[in-house]
């Protein structure tokens, strides 16, 4: 099921993942200024349901922070972790991701203290599922597993923010599937290149920059 394609109304369990499916929706088209009313209004429910599952408008944000976040985590390990067949069928199918990404970049944009947290997860995250994956024989140790987690959080983001700083306001969902539907293919063969084959043609750099992160040089000399 899409996000955004809510369940027919059942008990509180279903209840409060329409109302958190609705807020992805909405945070990720409009930013965390929407309000309750508008997620109430898209959720069909009443704006005190709402406070009534979740609390606050915080509340409800960090709801759907942890459900993104998760489904990232779970589609990555996927990744890392099974066939190659499997990460094309992925790809094959990322439209269907487009909700979770604005919603993603809504949160990091926003700045603030939930969306440190967030970004913070994300890198946790992607540590355990790159670790997943060296253990799985299907990618290489790093001498800084911690720190190749976050630069490639950090990558995979950046296209996307910089896509999202270049429009102003509201951006639908729909508008956004096809414009990741577009970013995919545009840089999906060049990342697997560098990233299978690499970029330079030899590790000197790699090896210059290690002698001198251990024994740094002193600087220009003194008079």
């Known amino acids: 099921m899409r996000i955004g394609e809510s369940p027919a109304a059942g008990g509180g369990a279903a ?3 329409r109302i958190r499916d609705a807020a992805i929706v909405r945070f990720g088209r409009d930013g965390f200024s929407a309000g309750l009313r508008a997620v109430a209004a898209d959720a069909r429910v009443t704006a005190g349901l709402v406070v009534h599952h979740f609390g606050s408008k915080d509340g409800l944000r960090r709801a759907c922070d ?3 976040l998760e489904v990232i985590r779970s589609e990555k390990m996927k990744a890392v972790t099974g066939s190659a067949s499997g990460m094309i069928a992925q790809l094959a199918e990322v439209e269907e991701y487009a909700p979770l990404a604005l919603y993603a970049m ?5 700045g603030g203290e939930l969306a440190t947290a967030f970004v ?3 890198c946790r995250d992607a540590e355990q599922y790159l670790a997943a994956g060296v253990e799985a024989g299907k990618i290489k140790p790093s001498r800084d597993p911690a720190g190749r987690a976050r630069y490639l959080t950090y990558q995979g983001m950046g296209a996307l923010l910089l896509w999202m700083s270049l429009r102003n306001g509201s951006v639908e969902v729909e508008d956004f599937r096809t414009e990741l539907r ?3 293919d545009e840089i999906t063969l060049p990342a697997l290149e560098l990233f299978t084959d690499g970029l330079f043609v030899d590790r000197s750099l790699l090896d210059d920059y ?3 992160v251990c024994d740094p040089p002193a600087g220009p000399a003194q008079p």
């Open 106 to 110: 809504r949160s990091m944009q926003s």
């Open 182 to 184: 577009r970013l995919s």
């Open 120 to 122: 913070e997860q994300m």
């Open 15 to 17: 209840t409060a993942e």
């Open 66 to 68: 942890a459900y993104v």
């Open 210 to 212: 290690l002698m001198y």
